[in-house]
């Protein structure tokens, strides 16, 4: 099955921003469940927001809130996470997801996606 396809990343000093792209192949997207989750060293998966493109629906895990956004772009396939305010904390791998398994009501667990990107690296100095 076709993955996604993501870009972006780096390195930034805290209180600076990031943006992640991923792109999803094949059809557009345009009603389903896609979703972004992160993984520090020592740390388990965590999930940090989910997306339902038919209504333009968002979560966002509690620590992210107010800081990171969630966003589909139909006609380009590519789904986008920016990132402000960044702290050393958000240091981790972040990966999007495709194909959510069950409801797309909150960001839920970070396993429950069939497709994946291949991961980007974010690291915020302090």
């Known amino acids: 099955q076709v993955q996604l396809v993501e870009s972006g990343g780096g390195t930034v000093q805290a209180g600076g921003s990031l943006r992640l792209s991923c792109l999803v192949p094949?059809?557009?997207?345009?009603?389903?469940?896609l979703g972004w989750v992160r993984q520090a060293p020592g740390k388990e998966r965590e999930g940090i927001s989910i997306?339902?493109?038919?209504?333009?629906?968002?979560d966002y895990t509690d620590s992210v809130k107010g800081r990171f956004t969630i966003s589909y772009d139909n006609a380009k396939n590519t789904l986008y996470l920016q990132m402000n305010s960044l702290k050393p904390e958000d240091t981790a791998m972040y990966t999007c997801?495709?194909?959510?398994?069950?409801?797309?009501?909150?960001?839920?667990?970070?396993?429950?996606?069939?497709?994946w990107g291949q991961g980007a690296q974010v690291t915020v100095s302090s």
């Open positions: 997306i339902y493109t038919g209504t333009g629906h968002t």
């Open positions: 997801a495709a194909d959510r398994i069950g409801a797309c009501l909150d960001v839920g667990s970070p396993y429950d996606f069939t497709r």
């Open positions: 094949g059809a557009t997207y345009s009603s389903g469940c």
